[in-house]
């Protein structure tokens, strides 16, 4: 009998960097700064600072999920235009932010260009915020 998954983000790793991220949304929100703040605003937010919050995290090993059936592209819409080659390494940081967690991509991220960087931030908010409001921790 096959298993039936309920959302794309089943896999334990993803999962804890989901929780955590969900800690640092709240954290945003609270901040006198960010109160008016769209929610996909906090959500971009909670993503640049995950890093300082992988340096207090045990590593995880990280199982590789299943191939997923999307034919939506992750890209913000002022990537599309961008080169076959950078679109590819945005697609890729999102992909290893899915399959690896968020710390390896984050990491893999900074070593590119900041639009790839900026890019590759809004592309992963944009695939994450959807299973955020799913989960009632964004509106």
């Not at 999962?15 to 605003?41: F, Q, S, V, Y």
């Not at 640049?48 to 059936?69: C, T």
């Not at 890019?119 to 921790?137: C, N, S, T, V």
Request: some cysteine.
């Amino acid at each position: 009998m096959p298993e039936e998954i309920t959302s794309p983000f089943e896999h334990a790793a993803l999962e804890a960097d989901m929780k955590r991220l969900a800690t640092e949304i709240g954290n945003h929100r609270d901040r006198p700064e960010m109160k008016n703040a769209p929610e996909k605003e906090l959500l971009k937010e909670a993503i640049r600072a995950f890093p300082r919050l992988e340096k207090d995290a045990s590593v995880v090993p990280v199982p590789i999920p299943q191939a997923q059936n999307n034919s939506q592209s992750p890209l913000p819409d002022y990537a599309k235009d961008a080169s076959p080659e950078t679109k590819l390494e945005i697609e890729y940081l999102v992909d290893c932010a899915l399959h690896q967690g968020f710390g390896k991509a984050l990491a893999e991220a900074d070593k590119s260009p900041y639009f790839v960087r900026d890019a590759f931030h809004d592309a992963l908010a944009g695939k994450l915020y959807p299973e955020l409001q799913k989960r009632g921790i964004i509106k």
